[in-house]
């Protein structure tokens, strides 16, 4: 869980520009990350300030997790100097 929500939906942007999908297989988390949005308040006519909370947002809530975690596993990794290699074919 994250301290600032918009700080996990900052890192998901800063991701999203340097993300490639498959449109295939990707095609359900690409469909969550579309439709993540905030709710309207109509009475008050203002956006609420934390996402709307549905089926969409749980996907869009781990991609921003990833997002967050990312620079910290690639911090971990440069110290521990481990690499990540392809699995060999079939053992995937």
């Known amino acids: 869980r994250v301290e600032d929500k918009a700080d996990s939906i900052e890192a ?3 991701l999203f520009g340097r993300s490639w999908f498959d449109a295939e297989a990707c095609k359900e988390g690409i469909d969550h990350l579309e ?3 905030r709710e309207w308040v109509e009475e008050r006519r203002i956006w609420r300030v934390q996402p709307y909370h549905d089926f969409h947002s749980n996907g869009s809530d781990a991609y921003q997790t990833a997002a967050m975690a990312l ?3 690639i911090k971990k990794m440069m110290k ?4 990540w290699s392809k699995p060999k074919k079939g053992k995937w």
Not at 80 to 83: D, F, H, P
């Open 12 to 14: 998901g942007r800063q």
């Open 35 to 37: 439709n993540y949005r």
């Open 80 to 83: 521990s100097k481990t690499t």
């Open 71 to 73: 620079p910290l596993l």
